[in-house]
């Protein structure tokens, strides 16, 4: 059974930082992404990685987060990471993790899995 858990969210100030992991279980992934979720708008695109062939990945964001957020990933421990630094209020939402054995879809549901989500709050 597949399962995405992620974990690290919490509440930071603004300006602050925060990093997220989703673990992965079941099944190696290769291509993962992160969305996420404010209160009364709709799950957005937010990162993905890509295995790009042997040790080659790549990396793609939304516009809202270019230069504040990373994406990375350990393929030991079958887990993507997002840091994000410099955190403003506009980023507080739920954050949920996605996989797909082929590429990641920037629709949510159009993936293959995903995780139950953690609340990211930065307050002002």
């Known amino acids: 059974q597949v399962q995405l858990v992620e974990s690290g969210g919490g509440l930071v100030q603004a300006g602050g930082s925060l990093r997220l992991s989703c673990a992965a279980s079941g099944r190696g992934f290769s291509n993962f992404g992160w969305f996420r979720q404010a209160p009364g708008k709709e799950r957005e695109f937010v990162a993905r990685?890509?295995?790009?062939?042997?040790?080659?990945?790549?990396?793609d964001y939304a516009d809202s987060v270019t230069g504040r957020f990373t994406i990375s990933r350990d393929n030991a421990k079958n887990t993507v990471y997002l840091q994000m630094n410099n955190l403003k209020p506009e980023d507080t939402a739920v954050y949920y993790c996605?996989?797909?054995?082929?590429?990641?879809?920037?629709?949510?549901?159009?993936?293959?899995?995903w995780g139950q989500g953690t609340q990211v709050t930065v307050s002002s």
């Open positions: 996605a996989a797909s054995i082929g590429s990641v879809s920037s629709r949510f549901y159009d993936n293959d899995y």
């Open positions: 990685i890509r295995w790009g062939g042997g040790m080659r990945y790549y990396a």
